[in-house]
């Protein structure tokens, strides 16, 4: 699985942005696809996650009602809308693939796209 990641950039706070992560490779093993964050000095942590299939949408109580994830199956994207952003919410946003049911869990994640800086000013 080949997972690209854009969409990063500076923004002020209270702005918004989204992300894209586009997908390629054998996909047939993954049940989950999910964004995750990781600041500096920090650990990386789950942001959001979506079935491969359809189906419930999960994130981190940190983002809740702030950012929505979705997928366009046609293109094998999947999109983070970023919305209301704070200064806490930079950080390097991934995209990532699992085949576990702990999405939340960044260890579980198998493939990695590069990587997406986002920065948010106060």
């Known amino acids: 699985v080949q997972l690209q990641a854009s969409g990063g950039g500076l923004v002020q706070a209270g702005g918004s942005l989204r992300l894209s992560c586009a997908a390629s490779?054998?996909?047939?093993?993954?049940?989950?696809v999910g964004w995750l964050r990781q600041a500096p000095g920090k650990e990386r942590e789950f942001v959001a996650a979506i079935p491969r299939s359809g189906g419930t949408t999960s994130y981190a109580d940190s983002v809740k009602g702030r950012f929505a994830i979705s997928r366009d199956n046609a293109k094998n994207t999947v999109y983070l809308q970023m919305n209301s952003l704070k200064p806490e919410d930079t950080a390097v946003y991934y995209c990532?693939?699992?085949?576990?049911?702990?999405?939340?869990?960044?260890?579980?994640?198998?493939?990695w796209g590069q990587g997406t800086q986002v920065t948010v000013s106060s």
């Open positions: 490779g054998r996909t047939f093993s993954t049940l989950f």
């Open positions: 990532a693939t699992t085949g576990s049911y702990y999405y939340s869990n960044a260890r579980r994640y198998d493939y």
